[in-house]
């Protein structure tokens, strides 16, 4: 008759007053470290903020947090534990240091599942490292999530921006609200991304150069303040 | 206590059904779980009797569970799961994030992880009976 989970959805994020997916139509891009880095802006500005990796198959934000040892709490569900002064949910917490191998439709009833039966507190911001691509995890959010709006990631390079361009093609269709773009990586001066985005009629957000130190701050959220990346979304996080 | 928040998500699919189908008062709810989820079903049962609105005062639950079979997408295999061929901390995983199977179980007979939950995965609403 019917899938009772998904009605429940919008009641358990109805205590969240913005849900920003970071997301890309190509994967490498940097979507984790700048999801991150977001969440713990925001959450360093005095806001109540919560960070959810959908990236189930690849999932990485617990290692950039340096999250070990935490598991949430079941109380008439799961309540995700803090790190790092963030709400912290992912997958990692069930599948441990194991491959998940998720079909859609099994990461779409992950999603669902994890989605229903989390119990956020009041936040002001749940960030969401979304998957790469323009498929299940893109599509689902749009159908389960009232609010949600996305914050899009490309680098200079063709191959990420052309793909970027036809999802906020895809969103601007289905009339949902896109933050803005972040060009990241970049190493030259070029603007083309920053003209095209415009073109498109929305915001570009900002650039963040290429860091190679941004390794070394992996596990280490603080130090992660003092790459460029860090600073860049600190900055950004202002104009949220 | 997690089946507390199931339950809610029952009730609350429950609710909107009746509302679309006119129901004044609901007799019966039917939910099905599979048992890959290991769902408690005394916590359901008593999860679903706290949390009924008035509508349902009089509505008795019926909870079966279902067996899981799954199938290998390799090599076409199909078997049932079981859980006393798994730790106790895996059953747990599974218990969250049914999904999660494929992680830990593999196909018996050819030992791949990419097999499909033909059925029994979690919870399911079946049916809602009433007068209107």
């Given at each position: 008759m019917a899938d009772p989970r998904t009605s429940i959805i919008p009641e358990r994020l109805s205590r969240v007053r913005r849900v920003v997916a970071v997301s890309s139509?190509?994967?490498?891009?940097g979507k984790s470290l700048i999801a991150t880095s977001l969440a713990l802006s925001l959450a360093e500005r005095g806001c109540r903020v919560g960070l959810f990796d959908l990236d189930f198959t690849s999932p990485s934000t617990h290692l950039i947090l340096g999250a070990n040892d935490v598991q949430p709490t079941e109380d008439k569900g799961l309540i995700p534990p803090k790190v790092a002064g963030l709400e912290y949910m992912s997958l990692v917490y069930y599948s441990?240091?194991?491959?998940?191998?998720?079909?859609g439709a099994e990461t779409s009833n992950a999603l669902i599942e994890l989605l229903a039966v989390t119990l956020w507190n009041e936040l002001d911001y749940l960030v969401i490292d979304s998957p790469p691509g323009i498929g299940d995890a893109l599509l689902d959010l749009v159908r389960l999530v009232p609010q949600i709006e996305f914050l899009i990631v490309t680098t200079p390079s063709r191959l990420a921006f052309e793909t970027v361009k036809k999802q906020l093609r895809l969103l601007q269709e289905l009339k949902i609200p896109v933050v803005g773009i972040v060009e990241n990586?970049?190493?030259?001066?070029?603007?083309s991304v920053k003209q095209q985005t415009e073109a498109l009629?929305?915001?570009?957000l900002t650039e963040i150069p290429y860091d190679p130190a941004v390794e070394d701050a992996i596990g280490n959220p603080q130090k992660l303040f003092s790459t460029a990346i860090g600073r860049k979304v600190r900055e950004l996080s202002k104009t949220m | 206590m997690h089946e507390w928040a199931l339950a809610e998500a029952v009730i609350k699919t429950s609710i909107e059904i009746a509302e679309k189908e006119g129901l004044?008062?609901?007799?019966e709810v039917t939910v099905k779980i599979g048992n890959?989820?290991?769902?408690e079903r005394p916590i359901l049962r008593f999860a679903l009797s706290q949390l009924r609105p008035s509508r349902f005062k009089d509505a008795k639950f019926r909870i079966f569970t279902a067996k899981t079979t799954l199938k290998c997408r390799v090599c076409g295999n199909t078997w049932v799961f079981n859980?006393?061929?798994?730790?106790k901390e895996t059953v747990e995983a599974i218990h969250f994030v049914p999904e999660v199977a494929h992680t830990y179980?593999?196909?018996?007979?050819?030992?791949?992880?990419?097999?499909?939950?033909?059925?029994?995965r979690g919870i399911w609403l079946e049916t809602i009976k009433g007068v209107k």
């Open positions: 139509g190509k994967g490498g891009v441990g240091n194991e491959a998940a191998p998720l079909r990586m970049k190493m030259t001066q070029a603007s009629g929305i915001r570009f | 004044a008062q609901v007799t890959l989820q290991q769902v859980k006393n061929s798994l730790d179980i593999k196909c018996p007979k050819c030992g791949s992880p990419d097999f499909e939950i033909e059925q029994g």
